[in-house]
């Protein structure tokens, strides 16, 4: 009650400064859901600082493009040299890669809910490009769901390496390097020099 004589006697003695401090009050008020928001689609959407982990929850959480760029992240905090490149009529890379052993590598992204499944179509479009369109040794698809039974034979036959969620959450999650979790042999290359942050650094003059 106290305070609420004082706010009037504040009012009657200074009006447009009252009326100014209660319309800002209000404005912040209406403000403030939206700002939060905000400020959850920019927490989704950062890639964060220092060491890279995200939660599969966090990965469901994102958006197509969101998880292209946080699959790039973790490639990249494996010591690839990793650029997102995913658009329109991308020729099935979302990132491309140049490894250790300066092989060039093609990963397709595929943000699924986790009982959705990536077909052997995706794993064809993806083997009709990588090599011929990006002279890529090898692919890696990514996923947050899994992969069908047609797709899962035919993905090695193809050179092409199949990440499901189990895998995802290993690398993602819990650290550990890609590479490993693949068997996928990678050394550095003893000739040339490797540039960390390009894929252009894999390819050859002409």
Known sequence: MAGLV???????????????GLA?????????????????????????AGPVRYSLAHLDSLDPTAFELAICSLLRRDGLAAQHVGRAGDKGADVLVVDRSRRRVVVQCKRLRPDRRVG????????????????????????????????RASGPRYGIHLVDRDALERWAALGEPLYRI???????????KWSSGSWRAGRSPG
């Open 6 to 20: 004082g706010l009037w006697q504040v009012a009657q003695a200074w009006p447009v400064w009252a009326g100014f």
């Open 24 to 48: 800002s009050a209000a404005v912040g008020l209406a403000l403030k859901p939206g700002g939060s928001a905000l400020a959850a689609r920019v927490g989704r959407s950062v890639l964060p």
């Open 120 to 151: 052997d179509q995706d794993v064809q479009r993806v083997n009709g490009t990588y090599r011929h369109d990006h002279g890529a040794a090898f692919a890696v698809i990514v996923t947050t769901g899994g992969f069908t039974t047609v797709a």
């Open 182 to 192: 693949l068997r996928i042999p990678d050394a550095p290359a003893r000739r040339g």
